[in-house]
Nanobody, 122 residues
């Protein structure tokens, strides 16, 4: 079970931090990821932490977004800086227990958080 939180309304250039708490240990076992879905668009991968510990960032967020984790709390964080209007979306955290190679394919993920709205607007 995944519980996402931390969304809200922020002005362009601002920051937000999202959290995703898992009900069991996931780091080092499974791939965890953040996806987002804007109105009328497909769900897209924002970033992922593979079970091996390596990370992947989409080009659109690299240098602005940072993923971190607290293994003791089974929680993954998404620090979003220099936010832009195009970052507006519902953000979802997800877990792939099968360690799929194609980390950008949403259907490879087995468990999803409920989604948290991020709105970047002045």
């Amino acid at each position: 079970q995944l519980q996402a939180s931390g969304g809200g309304l922020v002005q362009p250039g601002g920051s937000l931090r999202l959290s995703c708490a898992a009900s069991e240990r996931t780091f080092g076992r499974y791939t965890m990821a953040w996806f987002r879905q804007a109105p009328g668009k497909e769900r897209e991968l924002v970033l992922a932490i593979r079970w091996s510990g390596s990370t992947y960032y989409a080009d659109s967020v690299r240098g602005r977004f940072t993923v971190s984790k607290d293994s003791a709390k089974n929680t993954m964080y998404l620090q979003m800086n220099s936010l832009k209007s195009e970052d507006t979306a519902v953000y979802y955290c997800a877990v792939d227990i099968n360690r799929s190679v194609a980390i950008g394919t949403a259907t490879n993920y087995d468990f999803w958080g409920q989604g948290t709205q991020v709105t970047v607007s002045s």
